[in-house]
């Protein structure tokens, strides 16, 4: 029996996993990368003393990640930020930590009674039944958890993490999970129970991930060096693929000059370049690559002395709830979540600005960015004086944004 030949086009941290679980199966398997270097958007730079995370910060070390991590031998250079660390919200220009606990929920200022009222009411409203099936993040938590969460909760949230807006996100494709608890037990507090009895009464196969964002010692880009050294001569860099089409049950694969004929094709290129790849042979899979939006988004690497700060950098970062007083989306407190960040004596602040509720504002010169970005951490009582730029680095198309229709999308894809 032959044994089969699996091409994977592009070499960031899916198509190095692909291409590693292709090997594991015993294909003979190829990895082709347009660029000089593995991994995509995970970049870890050092500048100055700093360590950078261009891209991702961090990763949720789910069982197949940490499983990876065991596999690769990184769990000695794994670092885990403390799961206990508070995240803030900017509301109304006041950090607000979100709450963790009934206590915490009791105490906060972000809700008012009114809303915390309306959200410990959430097993007590009816779930969805038919109806528009694309309802948006925004709605879907507005309706189960009340419009206060969705404001000043979900919406940051959105708008930080995917750099998207929650009224335009699917609530069925950007939160799973919360459709189906909702779906098979008509809350999500039942859902939320069910699934931790799932778990407690699950077989411990394998020990479970650590709590808290996982990093490495030299930064997130060490896990796809490592899914790169264990590929291999399977990896081929600068080597960008120029068309693919099917022959005779099979496909060929046009890269450098010469035509690779396999018997599956992984496409793990960014979505543009799939687009144009699939075009000829899946014009409907090419438009709707076409039609899913990636704004545009801005991270900014920002760094202070210790003695400008305000107070007191302890927790993951924080998130802001849409206003016209800031034009940030967040900021990861870099320094506090990892220790090697910054050098000894000042803090890094990890700042982002665009994604979609603020699609323009990527392409501002750098000294405009640096000074909206000063003067939002600033009012907001974080810091003190003008920063230390050490990167700023653009994303033209940066996280795809799964909006309402994202399932039609799918479905041709």
Request: glycine share 10%.
């Amino acid at each position: 029996m032959s044994v089969r030949r699996t091409v994977v086009v592009g070499a960031g941290l899916s198509g190095l996993a692909a291409g590693l679980a292709s090997a594991r199966r015993g294909d003979e398997t190829v990895v082709l990368e347009a660029s000089d270097r593995p991994g995509g958007v995970v970049r870890s730079e050092r500048s100055g003393g700093y360590l950078l995370e261009l891209g991702p910060n961090t990763v949720r070390p789910t069982p197949e990640i940490f499983a990876l991590v065991r596999e690769l031998g990184l769990e000695g250079e794994a670092l885990y930020a403390d799961a206990r660390l508070p995240r803030y919200v900017d509301f109304r220009g006041a950090l607000h930590a979100v709450p963790t606990s009934p206590p915490g929920l009791l105490a906060t200022r972000l809700l008012t009674a009114g809303g915390k009222l309306r959200l410990l009411a959430e097993p007590l409203v009816p779930a969805r039944r038919g109806g528009d099936s694309e309802e948006s993040v925004r709605d879907f938590v507005a309706r189960r958890l009340g419009p206060q969460v969705a404001e000043r909760l979900v919406e940051p949230f959105v708008g930080g993490v995917f750099a998207g807006s929650a009224a335009r996100l699917s609530a069925a494709d950007a939160f799973p999970i919360l459709a189906e608890w909702e779906r098979k037990h008509g809350s999500l507090l039942a859902g939320a129970l069910a699934a931790r009895g799932a778990r407690k009464s699950a077989p411990a196969a394998v020990p479970p991930p650590p709590r808290g964002l996982l990093s490495f010692r030299d930064g997130l880009e060490t896990l796809p060096r490592a899914l790169a050294a264990r590929l291999g001569g399977s990896l081929r860099l600068r080597t960008p693929v120029a068309s693919i089409a099917p022959r005779d049950g099979r496909w060929v694969v046009a890269a450098a000059g010469a035509g690779l004929e396999c018997d599956r094709v992984i496409l793990a290129a960014p979505a543009e370049r799939t687009r144009a790849l699939v075009a000829d042979f899946a014009p409907q899979a090419a438009r709707a690559l076409s039609e899913m939006p990636q704004p545009a988004l801005a991270v900014l690497h920002l760094a202070w002395e210790n003695g400008a700060l305000r107070r007191p950098l302890e927790g993951f970062g924080h998130l802001v709830a849409p206003s016209g007083e800031r034009r940030i989306l967040g900021a990861v407190w870099s320094s506090s979540l990892f220790p090697g960040r910054a050098p000894a004596g000042r803090v890094l602040l990890t700042v982002f600005v665009g994604g979609a509720r603020d699609p323009g504002a990527a392409a501002l010169l750098d000294a405009e960015l640096v000074t909206l970005a000063a003067r939002d951490l600033v009012a907001e009582g974080l810091v003190a004086g003008p920063p230390e730029p050490v990167r700023i680095t653009r994303w033209e198309r940066a996280i795809p944004q799964y909006e309402r229709g994202h399932a039609r999308r799918l479905s041709v894809l």
